[in-house]
């Protein structure tokens, strides 16, 4: 199973599955699953995680990137 990295724009595409943490959750650190919509962040790279809009409207950074291999 490979691993991307979910602070690199390149890695993430609309139609993905991620796990983000959501603002209000960022000192517990839980994460909220979905299917991106849009990617929000324009740089090519940010250490926190690429921000995103999910398919069900919440907003994030991408922690993990779903792959099923």
């Known amino acids: 199973m490979t691993s991307l990295s979910g602070t690199e724009r390149k890695n993430i595409a609309p139609g993905l599955s991620v796990s983000i943490v959501l603002k209000k959750d960022q ?8 299917i991106v919509k849009d990617i929000l962040t324009k740089a090519p790279v940010h250490t926190h995680g690429i921000k995103v809009r999910l398919e069900n409207g919440e907003i994030g950074r991408v922690k993990v990137i779903n792959t099923s291999l």
């Open 27 to 34: 000192r517990s650190g839980t994460l909220t699953h979905g």
